[in-house]
């Protein structure tokens, strides 16, 4: 009885020592609450200028994944929480591919809405998507697990592409690479809390990335994060797809969805690997060898011997198959010589060799289809786009005919996917709904789409121009042949200039407006209208269409920020203080919205106002150059 005793005592110290520390840390958690520290974790939010009636999308969520810098945003979103009667509502799942990527007004989701509306005009069609920048199935889990609120009719998954370089990836700059999973989820529970927020901003302060100093700066972030195809890492990381990705599937079902899963279709014909490396263990000999034969192989391609080169390739790659440039122009020689059948198994160990990861390899699409491909009846469907991707190229490899660069679509390739899903999506709907269609129960062709976005002269002009400034950057600079092929880019620029004239523009601004009579409800449609306006130099005009957009996506900064850059144009500064405000006050975050108000604030004369607000600017994108043009002087 005497040992018992002190034993009680010591267990009761102990459960009351525990019981007091989980107390001081929920109170803790509570004050940091309190006083406003820290964000809010779900993809969906309220927000008051949106109204209680919906939620939008949380430019913070990204936050939890990698640092402020670093963490790109989704496109605005406004849904509202009840879905209305006789709405099919349909969420998106994953990255720039599946946004839109380089113009998101013209991706995949939006060329579904109109096909979707056009062919069955008695139902109304909500496509939300949630994919943007830079994420990977380790964030789209809590963004799926947050849509599940919001009675979703079809989940759509293309995702894939950023599982490499994207959070917690093998080659990934946002973290640590590849740790366990439930590491994973345990430390992104852990920052779902204001006391994990505050551990994880103290510890980027005190070891802050080289990569988070200098601000988001694209691809070449990773030009060293190189990794090989039987890297040990990968095992680990195709482990996290295959758990992540059913766990998606789970959610989707769970919350009554029918689930469609894309694999994933890459440019495998006129795109070259990013990066290729020689196999482990090769000697000096053996190194020189392979120099000779593979220098004697590209001596033939160049004077079009092609199977010469192809004979000489050969020869290099029993000395080292794994040199990923190796196997693309042993692709095209294949193809030239017309056997297609070897030019498409080099273009795709092009693909897989590549150590620079920035496409979906062949293990990760298998992957896909042996996850959602088991069932031909049930909610899940697989939707094999590299199968009908390739099936519909020239010579059937894809290439840029869908693509522009690596895994980014062209308008053809945007209609192209929003096809292959209109139609597994038409596959679902009941018979009352299939009877539902109107008399013409084709889908809109490609034409017809672009007509209903306004996808013009002048939109492909601006694309072929924002692509002509990323193909400068070094990471495609390091590309086989890149001066060829930055110099075609050159020519596609200058083919479409006159498309960049204000008759031009007209002309654009005119179908934007015969798309609006359609879809006045579109807010994309008012952007596009109001940035043609704002070229046109008929700034009024531009200036209604801005506040059109303000009340469709009452939450954004956007509207506001461009309103403010007009009223600076014009030289009304109080004006566009106003605007700059208003567009700080609805999103704190917005590097773009303090930079304005910011400039504003200099040009009023209000010094320590611009310098509070230019460095916050600074603060939250370092690649801010406005903000950082106006603080140098």
Not at 2 to 31: D, M, N, W, Y
Not at 78 to 101: H, M, W, Y
Not at 336 to 365: C, I, M, Q, W
């Amino acid at each position: 009885m005497a040992h018992a005793k002190p034993f009680r005592q010591r267990l009761i110290g102990l459960i009351a020592s525990i019981v007091f520390c989980i107390l001081t840390l929920a109170v803790f958690e509570l004050a940091l609450r309190v006083a406003g520290y820290g964000y809010t974790t779900a993809f969906f939010v309220k927000h008051p200028a949106a109204g209680p009636a919906n939620v939008v999308e949380n430019q913070q969520f990204a936050w939890r994944f990698m640092s402020v810098t670093l963490a790109r945003r989704p496109e605005p979103i406004v849904l509202p929480i009840q879905k209305p009667e006789k709405t099919c509502r349909i969420f998106v799942f994953g990255e720039s591919a599946a946004i839109g990527d380089p113009a998101p007004a013209f991706g995949f989701s939006r060329i579904l809405d109109v096909l979707l509306r056009e062919r069955y005009p008695s139902i109304r069609f909500e496509v939300v998507n949630t994919a943007f920048t830079a994420i990977n199935s380790h964030v789209i889990v809590p963004i799926a697990r947050d849509a599940q609120r919001f009675g979703g009719d079809f989940w759509l998954i293309y995702m894939g592409n950023n599982e490499v370089i994207g959070p917690f990836g093998s080659g990934t700059v946002f973290g640590k690479q590849s740790p366990p999973l439930p590491v994973i989820r345990a430390s992104l529970a852990i920052k779902t809390t204001r006391i994990g927020q505050l551990l994880d901003a103290a510890a980027q302060r005190l070891v802050p990335s080289p990569e988070a100093r200098k601000g988001w700066g694209g691809m070449d972030m990773f030009l060293e994060q190189q990794v090989r195809r039987d890297d040990p890492r990968l095992m680990t990381l195709h482990d996290h797809f295959r758990k992540n990705l059913t766990d998606i599937i789970r959610l989707g079902t769970g919350a009554g969805a029918k689930v469609i899963v894309s694999t994933m279709v890459s440019n495998l014909k006129n795109c070259p690997p990013f990066g290729s490396m020689h196999r482990p263990g090769l000697s000096d000999g053996q190194l020189k060898d392979w120099e000779k034969l593979y220098s004697l192989a590209t001596a033939a391609e160049q004077n079009r011997n092609f199977s010469e080169a192809i004979r000489n390739y050969a020869l290099a790659a029993q000395i080292d198959n794994e040199f990923a440039e190796l196997h693309f122009r042993w692709g095209r020689c294949s193809l030239a010589t017309g056997n297609l059948d070897d030019a498409k198994v080099h273009f795709v160990l092009a693909r897989d060799l590549d150590t620079l990861r920035f496409r979906t390899d062949s293990h990760l699409n298998e992957l896909i289809r042996q996850i959602a491909g088991g069932s031909i009846s049930g909610p899940v469907r697989l939707m094999d786009a590299e199968k009908e991707f390739n099936a519909r190229s020239p010579d059937q490899i894809a290439g840029s005919q869908f693509l522009y660069e690596h895994v980014h679509f062209t308008f053809a390739g945007n209609y192209l996917l929003a096809r292959l899903f209109a139609d597994q999506i038409a596959t679902f709907l009941s018979a009352a709904e299939t009877k539902a269609a109107s008399s013409n129960a084709q889908w809109l062709s490609e034409s017809d789409c672009a007509a209903r976005l306004a996808y013009t002269d002048t939109q492909r002009y601006e694309i072929a121009n924002l692509l002509l400034r990323r193909y400068e950057e070094p990471i495609y600079r390091r590309q086989l042949e890149y001066n060829e092929r930055f110099k075609r880019q050159q020519l596609d620029v200058a083919d479409l200039r006159t498309a960049s004239k204000p008759t031009a523009r007209r002309r654009g601004l005119e179908a934007c407006r015969q798309a609006l009579a359609r879809n006045p409800n579109d807010w994309v449609l008012h952007d596009l209208c109001a940035r043609l306006l704002t070229a046109l130099e008929e700034f009024d005009s531009a200036e209604k269409e801005w506040q059109q957009v303000a009340k469709l996506i009452p939450h954004s900064a956007r509207p506001h920020v461009e309103l403010g850059k007009i009223k600076l144009q014009l030289n009304k500064l109080d004006e566009a203080q106003s605007a700059f405000h208003t567009a700080v006050q609805l999103d704190p975050v917005s590097a773009d919205a303090h930079a304005g108000l910011g400039k504003a604030y200099r040009l009023l004369g209000k010094r320590s106002e611009a310098l509070h607000h230019l460095k916050t600017a600074l603060r939250l994108d370092p690649t801010q150059k406005e903000a950082a043009e106006l603080l140098s002087n």
